[in-house]
């Protein structure tokens, strides 16, 4: 079973910029999409964005398209969540998750297609 664990979540202020990471543990990261996801109190957990397991495909929710970028570095096992221009509304727990199978395909943003996740990190924003 794959370990993930998140860092770099912490409290900033509105338009500031933070990066979120998730390290994995085994040999075959590569051959898994990876997502994020996130959840704030009282709400249901909702897609951020998701990777291929080559890197080169990527999709994001609506909510955060244009202010996040997803990336991963295979050699490390790790996929990272840069965030710009955060909003309050940005506020939640940020969790990572390892897709069961290397495409995003038609179900990238369904949370029910992971089967890995991580304990998650929070990220508070500050208005």
């Known amino acids: 079973q794959v370990q993930l664990v998140e860092s770099g979540g912490g409290l900033v202020q509105a338009g500031d910029s933070l990066r979120v990471s998730c390290a994995a543990s085994g040999r075959t990261f590569s051959f898994y999409a990876m997502g994020w996801f996130r959840q704030a109190p009282g709400k249901e957990r909702e897609f951020v964005s998701a990777v291929s397991g080559s890197g080169t495909s990527t999709i994001y929710a609506d909510s955060v398209k244009g202010r996040f970028t997803i990336s991963r570095d295979n050699a490390k096992n790790t996929v990272y969540l840069q965030m710009n221009s955060l909003k309050p509304e940005d506020t939640a727990v940020y969790f990572c998750?390892?897709?069961?199978?290397?495409?995003?395909?038609?179900?990238?943003?369904?949370?029910?297609?992971?089967?890995?996740w991580g304990q998650g990190t929070q990220v508070t924003v500050s208005s």
């Open positions: 998750a390892r897709k069961r199978e290397i495409a995003l395909s038609y179900n990238g943003r369904d949370k029910t297609s992971y089967d890995s």
